[in-house]
């Protein structure tokens, strides 16, 4: 189950900047850290951000992240063709004692 | 070169045990801080995290399915094994393998897992 909540749908024309929420609570997100997975269709997830807003190595800069309280946000800036995935918010929960995934986004290019 | 891969049965008939095995490279439960998931992701649905060994064979298990997991690993093999007892129609899903640390965080290419009834 999932107990991170996120927008089902986002979309953009390409260039233009998107904002993916993900909402949880004092006992994940107001506690842990969030990473944020981008999943192109029939492929594993792959990590865009780790620790709220830091990208690995070879994520472009026009992925970031940020966390407040008990939210966090995916922000796409620059959008491209490329972008168009399900992105999913994830934070290990102190009460649950366990990782919890967000619902997912599907992004669209229009 | 970190790898995960997952193995198993591409078909579970209802009511049977799932045994689903990692085998990794490129990282080891020697080390401290080394953590391995297991993640499964129905057709067309979110990601739902099932459970997690650590290199001091710590266990953790989603709270939904706890009665159902058991995850072990074999530190000589460098393997996690997963089984999920009394298989249904509603676990036919995608099953990835996961190594989330950080910034290390690598993912193995799922294997499809149906039950049949």
């Known amino acids: 189950q999932s107990v991170l909540t996120q927008p089902p749908s986002a979309s953009g024309t390409p260039g233009q900047r998107v904002t993916i929420s993900c909402s949880g609570s004092?006992?994940?997100?107001?506690?842990?850290?969030v990473n944020w997975y981008q999943q192109l269709p029939g492929t594993a997830p792959k990590l865009l951000i780790y620790?709220?807003?830091q990208r690995p190595s070879g994520v472009p800069d026009r992925f970031s992240g940020s966390k407040s309280g008990t939210s966090a946000s995916l922000a796409i800036s620059g959008l491209q063709s490329e972008d168009e995935a399900d992105y999913y918010c994830?934070?290990?929960?102190?009460?649950?004692?366990?990782?919890?995934f967000g619902t997912g986004t599907k992004v669209t290019v229009l | 070169q970190v790898t995960l891969k997952e193995s198993g049965p591409a078909l579970v008939k209802v009511t049977q045990t799932l045994t689903l095995t990692c085998t990794f490279s490129?990282?080891?439960?020697?080390?401290?801080?080394?953590?391995v998931n297991w993640i499964r992701q129905p057709p067309g649905k979110a990601l739902e995290w099932l459970a997690r060994?650590?290199?001091?064979?710590?266990?953790f298990y989603s709270t939904s399915l706890k009665t159902r997991l058991t995850i072990s690993k074999d530190t000589s093999k460098n393997q996690v094994v997963l089984t999920m007892t009394n298989m249904d129609p509603v676990d036919t899903a995608t099953y990835y393998c996961?190594?989330?640390?950080?910034?290390?965080?690598?993912w193995g290419q799922g294997t499809l897992v149906t039950v049949s009834s």
């Open positions: 996961a190594w989330i640390s950080g910034k290390n965080d690598y």
């Open positions: 490129g990282f080891s439960f020697s080390s401290s801080g080394t953590r």
């Open positions: 060994i650590d290199w001091d064979d710590h266990k």
């Open positions: 004092s006992s994940n997100v107001g506690m842990n850290t």
């Open positions: 620790t709220n807003n």
């Open positions: 994830a934070a290990w929960d102190e009460s649950l004692n366990g990782y919890v």
